[in-house]
């Protein structure tokens, strides 16, 4: 705690030295569900500490969902994007209890566990994914944290404790967020202080020896500072077994404690620090070999592995390793949000950020109990992130201007065993320095038509990439280098062997326009235009001289159209929202492997390998009736390239690996009608399936892994009797389907392609208490 509290001491310094020399600031991504009666809300009126921001007046209805996804307070129906957001009432109700969860939230979106394990996951959005997690290389969607961008995926597995807010913003995005990307974005904001003293606390049993404890507690200190302390403890043991050793892995152990001060000394100023950690130590996430391929592999235990492939498809819960696979992950960030309104009309805000992560894992990628390749690796990375801007409203007229800068360094270093000799180990590292800096400008012009308006907008980055990566054969018993891959001789900065350094810079625009039309106060129309791009970067795995050639931005150009339609009449209500889209991709970034034209040598890397057109169509679902209630979405992804060159072959025809064709989610939930002296009860049922994927980027044999449809329910008990006490009963997969979230492909290399099994029925129940 002493080292949070001199940077969080610094960052309020910091903070109010920038409001007083009238820097302008960044604004807040924040939701609150509207369930009380119609009121009316100025734009930038507290919504938890993430709100604040000029603006104009907003009307609310019961049920309306209250969103800044545009840096200004509106309704969900009046924003002219594609976002779908969830307050923490509907997470627990959904049962959305970790970031791995969220693809039961939103159309066209999975989340999965990466190679690197469970608290590393992907996020894929309107067929874009992250092809690796190296540190060299960009996400194309950023989970943002009460508004600072986490650029490592690292540990965003245990954020969803505590929460206010989760949003999930659907497109080319970097107009109004601090980094560009062409996938899309995810904003978790946590639940603020308040004034009054009072938190809450809850306890989870359930299946596997699950033993799960989370709380809060609220302090108010005084009439201007107020303090918020959350933290959560979850243990399971693993659904995974040996079947040799009997080690358990899939298992669950984690801690996360969040500390938040709020000083608010006038309506028109608020601070707010946010102190986070995240400890998570597991035995990893185990892989099946489902399949080998013989004419590739010159293993000698063929007739082993495939005895193996027979036994896992016999028995789907047991694997086969000659590791014990580990998994910790330990991250922390502090975060301070300072917003100065200086007028009705002008409001400032700065948010800074610091976050630090560090992970270790094993995994066997050849997921026998024969030595074949395993791989280590230790990832330590340090960011840090500032955001100024000013934002202002008029009668006809809101605007945003502002700056952004980011930079985060350390090391990210795999190493394997290959080839079984334990005595010869391969290192594959690099440490990457990574600057951004970008300034912006967006608004709405209201036009004199009744309910017309443009939205547009522009940013311009300047993004820069050095690094020093290497790969060298290491004695494991006395450390020394006994081989380089490759090597940098002609460098003389680079003094140790086996070093390559890289440099490279990049600047680019995004920029997006949109026409809007409410119709009528509960039909929006829209169609938007958005160029956007990911960063390029260098190589972590330099072999040969074409090999560590950096790779360009990948970018995009798309439009949209879509409409937001509300109705009531009588006891029925709800909502059904539509979009279509249409991007064209150019440059994107994929992992290939050539014959290097001057050492003749095979040769892989990150390159900008191909160019594709992505289409699909996106619905959401509300409807209440009296009791009932149900919410449904479906998305479709349609991807294919225009070119992709693996080397000199081209592989256009080949599909978008890891994207699902369709990804659909329905609830179904019934809450009785109840005397309130004996509290309120719903019971829900939900199926979240996916169609089924390419496990490859590039052509391989058995890379198709079926789709699958699991099924939860859940029964909630809200204020037993009158009382604080809440009680709840839940089931996971309740027909315990057998099903492959994730897959990796290494039939060209290693002759063997193996799967991730996900979770089977999972049985609990959960005791919540208010005071």
Not at 312 to 325: C, D, E, H, T, V
Request: one cysteine or more.
């Amino acid at each position: 705690m002493t080292n949070f509290s001199k940077l969080a001491a610094n960052l309020v310094s910091g903070s109010a030295m920038a409001i007083a020399a009238s820097l302008v600031s960044s604004p807040a991504f924040s939701m609150t569900a509207q369930d009380a009666a119609p009121a009316t809300m100025a734009a930038g009126q507290q919504q938890g500490d993430n709100a604040g921001a000029a603006g104009a007046e907003v009307t609310t209805q019961p049920g309306d969902i209250v969103v800044t996804a545009r840096r200004r307070t509106e309704r969900l129906q009046d924003v002219p994007l594609s976002v779908t957001a969830a307050s923490g009432t509907q997470l627990a109700e959904r049962q959305i209890t970790t970031a791995m969860d969220l693809g039961k939230l939103a159309p066209s979106l999975t989340v999965t566990p990466s190679s690197r394990g469970s608290n590393t996951p992907y996020f894929v959005i309107r067929g874009q994914r992250l092809i690796d997690v190296s540190a060299v290389l960009d996400p194309v969607t950023i989970v943002y944290v009460n508004d600072v961008p986490f650029m490592r995926p690292q540990g965003l597995n245990g954020a969803l404790f505590d929460i206010q807010n989760v949003q999930v913003l659907r497109g080319p995005q970097g107009t109004l967020f601090g980094r560009s990307t062409t996938g899309g974005a995810v904003l978790v904001n946590t639940t603020s202080p308040a004034d009054t003293l009072g938190g809450y606390a809850s306890v989870t049993l359930g299946s596997y020896n699950r033993r799960a404890a989370e709380g809060a507690l609220n302090i108010p200190l005084s009439d201007t500072l107020a303090v918020r302390v959350a933290g959560t403890v979850d243990r399971r043991d693993g659904y995974m077994t040996d079947r040799y050793t009997g080690y358990r892995s899939n298992n669950v152990h984690y801690d996360a404690e969040r500390l938040t001060i709020q000083w608010k000394p006038s309506a028109d100023f608020t601070s707010t620090i946010y102190a986070n950690r995240f400890d998570s130590a597991n035995n990893g996430s185990a892989s099946q070999l489902y399949a080998v391929e013989p004419t590739a592999t010159t293993n000698p235990s063929i007739a082993r592995l495939r005895q193996e492939v027979a036994l896992n498809l016999a028995q789907p819960y047991q694997f086969s390793s000659n590791i014990g696979q580990v998994e910790n992950t330990r991250t922390w960030d502090v975060t301070n949000v300072t917003t100065y309104k200086a007028s009705p009309e002008i409001t400032f805000k700065n948010i800074v950020g610091y976050r630090k992560i560090f992970t270790y894992s094993t995994f066997d990628l050849d997921a026998s109990s024969i030595t074949t390749q395993e791989q280590y690796g230790t990832t330590s990375m340090r960011q840090f992130s500032d955001e100024f801007q000013i934002q202002g409203t008029g009668k006809s007229f809101d605007w945003i201007l502002g700056a952004f800068y980011f930079r985060e360094h350390g090391s990210d270093v795999p190493y394997s065993i290959v080839g079984g000799n334990a005595a010869v180990l391969r290192y594959t590292g690099t440490y990457p320095v990574n600057t951004s800096l970008s300034a912006f400008a967006s608004g709405t012009y209201r036009f004199p038509v009744e309910g017309l308006s443009l939205s547009a907008g522009i940013r311009y980055s300047h993004d820069k990439r050095v690094a020093d990566s290497y790969q060298s054969s290491v004695n494991a018993a006395t450390g020394q280098i006994t081989a380089c891959t490759f090597r940098d001789a002609s460098n003389a900065l680079i003094a140790p062997p086996c070093l390559y350094r890289e440099e490279v810079s990049f600047s680019e625009p995004s920029w997006s326009v949109s026409l809007n039309y409410k119709a009528s106060p509960d039909l929006l129309l829209y169609a938007a235009h958005r160029h956007g791009y990911r960063s390029g970067g260098v190589q972590s795995r330099p072999a040969t001289a074409a090999g560590a050639v950096p790779f360009a931005p990948e970018k995009v150009n798309d439009i949209e159209i879509g409409e937001k339609f509300a109705f009531r009449s009588g006891d029925l209500s709800g909502l059904i929202n539509l979009d279509a889209y249409y991007a064209w991709y150019k440059g994107l970034q994929r992992q290939v492997s050539f014959i290097s034209p001057t050492s003749q040598t095979l040769t892989s890397g990150i390159f900008n390998a191909a160019s594709a057109t992505v289409k699909g169509f996106e619905g959401e679902l509300n409807l209440k009736y009296k009791g009932i209630e149900l919410n449904g979405s479906v998305g479709y992804v349609k991807g294919a390239y225009q070119k992709y060159l693996n080397g000199a072959v081209d592989i256009s025809q080949w599909p978008f690996s890891y994207v699902p064709s369709w990804t659909t989610n329905a609830e179904l939930a019934y809450s009785p009608p109840m005397d309130p002296a004996l509290g309120q009860a719903r019971a829900s049922i939900s199926v979240r399936y996916q169609s089924r994927i390419i496990a490859s980027d590039t052509p391989q044999p058995d890379a198709w892994i079926p789709g699958w449809a699991v099924a939860d329910a859940r029964v909630d008990w809200r204020n037993i009797a009158g009382s604080r006490i809440s009680a709840a009963v839940f089931a996971t997969n309740i027909f315990n389907k057998v099903y492959h979230p994730y897959a990796t492909n290494l039939t060209s290399s290693l002759g063997v392609a193996t799967w991730h099994v996900g979770a089977p029925r999972m049985i609990g129940g959960q005791v919540r208490v208010e005071f």
